[in-house]
């Protein structure tokens, strides 16, 4: 493997076109879970100019109803949340379509748990999960850092109402490795939305300051390679300037392309959807390998057949940075956490309202809540002792 390189990752925030929807889908997932845990949502969204439409299916016992009033006031109080009140793309004025409807009974036989048959995945599929120790977090550092420049942006447009930053924003960072591991960054892009005739210098300052914030000392790249707004002009931008979907953003939502992804998106998705439930998963427990000690690195798949309870297949890959033999890891992991979906959803906790936070700067690497259980509970570290025991 080389160990010295150039290595890059995006993130984009919560008012890309794309990201809206994630939140949006996410926002009607979580509607549907505080009225019934066991919900089945299957949402999508798109975004265009001042206009929102949602599609898809879900499921609901009898006597739980959801009308469409409540799913447009969810909606329109999301597009608000986020910051959308322009000319081109307004949360009151923007006209709204819901084509929302119930789950189809094939898959719902497929999936159900029934007599000795255990509840099935909702979908074929193949998840990866990774984890690194270049972070604290155990995240890759080029999406880590970028995710944390457009936190923070968001954070100074949502304390000041006057700030000239607008929603709709994307960084880019490109990280020097020097032996494996990150020694500081080559260059940096960041494109941020902002209201009419400001000053471009004023922008790069603003920016300049969060990202020499957010990176460790010494980090910051060349001046000839710190690029703002580099188009010159960012005025007209969100649902206006681009359409937006959900699930476009998949690597931005995972590891920055420092690890192989299955190809399926999680927002909008209920956790019996394995595309999303399995991914946790495998994040949950190449994060556990890591910070057990025992690899530096470490890349999990997992995959699953539609209607089938247990796992085809578990594969683990640290890279020759693992202090045991990976085939050995393997076998403890499926001795520690029941991998079918319905154990997945049950370990986790993944029956709650919890979705909403994880639709914008990304899934993973973030930090658990303690006050609302279940929140990216894939981010605990609770099988440590256990790993090292088995070994």
């Known amino acids: 493997m080389k160990n010295d390189f150039l290595f890059t990752s995006e993130s984009v925030s919560e008012g890309h076109p794309d990201k809206i929807c994630d939140r949006i889908s996410d926002a009607v997932v979580d509607l549907m879970l505080k009225k019934y845990s066991e919900a089945r949502v299957a949402c999508e969204t798109m975004v265009s100019t001042n206009r929102t439409i949602i599609a898809g299916e879900y499921r609901l016992p009898d006597g739980i109803d959801i009308e469409n009033e409540e799913i447009e006031k969810l909606v329109r109080d999301t597009v608000y949340d986020i910051g959308y009140e322009q000319e081109g793309y307004h949360w009151k004025k923007m006209h709204f379509e819901c084509h929302l409807h119930s789950q189809s009974s094939n898959i719902a036989i497929g999936v159900d748990k029934s007599g000795n048959k255990d509840e099935g995945a909702g979908d074929q599929g193949l998840m990866f999960g990774y984890a690194t120790n270049e972070t604290d977090a155990l995240m890759p550092a080029p999406i880590y850092y970028a995710h944390k420049i457009l936190k923070e942006m968001a954070k100074i447009r949502h304390e000041d109402k006057n700030s000239i930053l607008l929603p709709d924003s994307k960084s880019q960072i490109t990280l020097e490795y020097k032996d494996g591991k990150p020694v500081k960054s080559s260059s940096i892009v960041v494109s941020t939305q902002h209201i009419k005739n400001s000053s471009q210098d004023d922008i790069r300052e603003i920016v300049r300051d969060i990202v020499t ?44 392309g420092a690890s192989p992804h299955g190809g399926g998106a999680f927002s909008g998705k209920d956790p019996t959807k394995v595309d999303r439930s399995a991914a946790y998963l495998t994040r949950y427990l190449a994060k556990n390998v890591v910070a057990s ?31 045991i033999d990976d085939n050995e890891i393997e076998k403890i992991l499926l001795n520690l956490v029941d991998m079918s979906p319905r154990g997945i959803r049950e370990h986790l906790k993944l029956n709650k309202p919890i979705y909403v936070p994880t639709s914008a700067y990304g ?15 894939w981010e605990k570290t609770d099988l440590v002792d256990l790993i090292l025991k088995e070994i």
């Open 213 to 256: 914030n957010v990176l460790p000392d010494g980090w910051m790249c060349p001046e000839e390679e710190f690029y703002v707004n580099p188009t010159g002009i960012f005025e007209i931008g969100g649902p206006d300037g681009d359409a937006g979907l959900t699930g476009r953003k998949i690597i931005v939502d995972t590891y920055g």
């Open 293 to 323: 000690g025992i690899a530096s690195k470490c890349t999990i798949q997992i995959a699953y057949a539609i209607g089938v309870s247990k796992p085809l297949s578990l594969y683990v890959n640290t890279e020759g940075t693992g202090k």
């Open 363 to 377: 899934h993973f690497g973030r930090t658990p809540d303690e006050v609302l259980e279940g929140s990216f509970s």
